[in-house]
């Protein structure tokens, strides 16, 4: 019973987990695949790769500036290189703006011998001044970035005091480097989205795919605010733009947040059966082994009591000791095929080859078949009318099964349809087929069950209550045994009027 609730419990569980699944998909696929949705995911993507980049400049010139000192002054190019900032070129100025002796360092990718005197001349006399580098007091840090005719420069600088003097280091961050080696870093050229840095100044593309949408639709922007601020990063996705590649996009995701669901559903319906046909054959199975235990300890009694009684010689007459060993001997018969009954329905269901084909005259063996329950059927006071067609053709059939099974029909009919006081055995060609019937007057099978009683340890309702024995493999066992000659068994009740089981077989069949 407590398992019972924890499997019960599982089985919600996952169900509901299912559904949460199914909604939390469904609402990401009609969320992921809105415009607005997309654009905000874009913008904050081009917000935080802006911060990671002035981040990095910044972390890098920090570094540098704290590696620069003024007395002495530190070797420049050493600064520079363990600083792992990417600079163009450094300038160190005094409290009078002037450069300090040696307070320069060029970039020798960027600047030769010759360029590197020219351009600190024009450093000098055009950046120097634009640079705020005395107008804001408390100014410790700064950034300045524009055109010096076409070419972009960014310069960083920041003030520091030493033993009461005052001096400026000025960098010149390397742009070149900035765009070829830095962006890249940053920018996945496989991802989904398409960037872009494009200068304000100019309109030029500084990085990135020069045939960007120019819809702004397509696109966000973010600019870049602390370093290269009249640059902008632009976004967009590579060719998700499309309306119908987002609903595309998004009937595939629904369909596989639906067949993920709906799988999951069918296969917690299928445990549910099995679960439940589990449990029925194992209820059937306990009853099975009730009934066929009663069923072998009635008749074993009978027989000890009755043996008993023959052997002390506790009998009135002869015919009385004929009678007793009668009993008996019925009683044995009864057993001996219950207990082939039980023996064959086990061989069967470990499915082990239990059947021995040779061609066979089919009325014989019915002929003969019927001549074992002749005695019951007289103590039941039942009449037998026999029907077999004659020169019926040969067929393949294993003689000692189907033996076994029209006892079996007849049988039931004795234990169910004594009543009846009538059984009409027949056995006919039918075209391409071979028909048994076993017909009786009692008291039929209900509709609902018709189909039922074929399944094994399955015993009708109607005698459940009855002290009628059975264990309810019998038609299980027919049933086997005409589906293994390739042919079936089945039955025609109307219940009050009787019932007609039938097996038929194929004729030509070669098993
Ligand atoms: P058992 O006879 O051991 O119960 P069977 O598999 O032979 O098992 O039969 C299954 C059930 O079918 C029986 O329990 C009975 O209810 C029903 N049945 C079989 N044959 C007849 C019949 N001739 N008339 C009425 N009911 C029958």
């Known amino acids: 019973m407590r398992r019972l609730l924890v499997v019960n419990a599982l089985i919600f569980a996952v169900l509901a987990a299912a559904v949460a699944l199914a909604y939390y998909g469904f609402s990401y696929t009609t969320e992921a695949g809105s415009p607005e949705r997309e654009r905000q995911m874009m913008t904050d993507l081009a917000e935080e790769k802006v911060l990671g980049i002035e981040a990095f400049i910044d972390g890098a010139d920090t570094k540098l500036f704290r590696n620069v000192q003024l ?25 009078k703006l002037e450069l300090v002796l040696g307070g320069d360092y ?11 005197a020219t351009f600190r001349k024009w450093f000098m006399t055009n950046v120097r001044p634009r640079l705020p580098l005395k107008t804001a007091d408390r100014l410790v840090r700064g950034h300045v970035f ?81 370093t290269v601020d009249k640059w902008v990063l632009r976004v967009s996705q590579k060719d998700l733009t499309d309306p119908e590649v987002i609903a ?98 086990a061989k069967i269901e470990r499915g082990m080859g239990v059947y021995e084909f040779a061609e066979a005259d089919i009325g014989e063996v019915v002929q ?38 029209v006892l079996n029909l007849i049988d039931n009919a004795i234990k169910y349809a004594a009543e009846g006081k009538k059984l009409a055995v027949k056995l006919a060609r039918d075209g391409d087929l071979i028909r048994l019937s076993v017909r009786d007057w009692g008291p039929g099978i209900d509709p609902s069950e018709q189909e039922a ?15 009628i024995r059975g264990s309810g493999i019998g038609l299980a066992l027919v049933r086997h045994i005409a589906r293994a000659h390739h042919g079936d068994v089945t039955v025609d009740s109307v219940p009050g009027a009787g019932s007609t089981f039938q097996i038929w077989l194929p004729i030509g069949d070669r098993t």
């Open 368 to 405: 003969r078949a019927i001549e074992v329950p002749q005695r019951r059927l007289a103590t039941a006071e039942m009449t037998l009318d026999v029907d077999i067609e004659h020169d019926l053709p040969p067929i393949s059939l294993d003689a000692n099964a189907f033996t076994l099974a």
């Open 248 to 345: 595309r996009r998004r009937v595939i995701n629904s369909l596989l947040v639906g067949g993920a669901v709906t799988v999951i559903i069918l296969g917690l319906g299928f445990l549910v059966i099995a679960i439940r046909r589990e449990r029925r054959a194992n209820e059937l199975k306990s009853d099975f082994i009730s009934n066929v235990s009663h069923e072998l300890k009635t008749p074993l009694s009978i027989i000890s009591m009755f043996g008993e009684m023959l052997a002390a010689g506790r009998t009135k007459s002869a015919e009385q000791a004929a009678e007793y060993a009668e009993i008996i001997w019925r009683e044995s018969v009864r057993l001996g095929r219950l207990i082939d009954n039980v023996l064959d329905f």
């Open 453 to 467: 009683i074929f399944d094994r340890f399955y015993r009708a309702r109607s005698i459940r209550l009855k002290p």
């Open 71 to 95: 007395d002495p002054l530190s070797n420049l190019r050493k600064a520079v290189e363990t600083s792992t900032a990417a600079v163009a070129s450094v300038f160190v100025l005094d409290d």
């Open 106 to 116: 060029y970039n020798d990718t960027t600047y030769t011998r010759e360029k590197a």
């Open 146 to 226: 524009d055109h010096w005719g076409d070419t972009p420069y960014l310069f960083s600088f920041t003030r520091k005091v030493e033993k009461d003097r005052t001096f400026y280091i000025v960098v010149e961050d390397d742009l070149v480097h900035l765009v070829a080696f830095v962006f890249p870093q940053f920018f996945n050229t496989n991802g989904l989205r398409l960037y872009q840095v494009v200068d304000e100044i100019d309109g030029r593309v500084r990085y990135g795919s020069q045939s960007l949408d120019d819809d702004p639709n397509h696109f966000v922007k973010v600019p870049f605010s602390e």
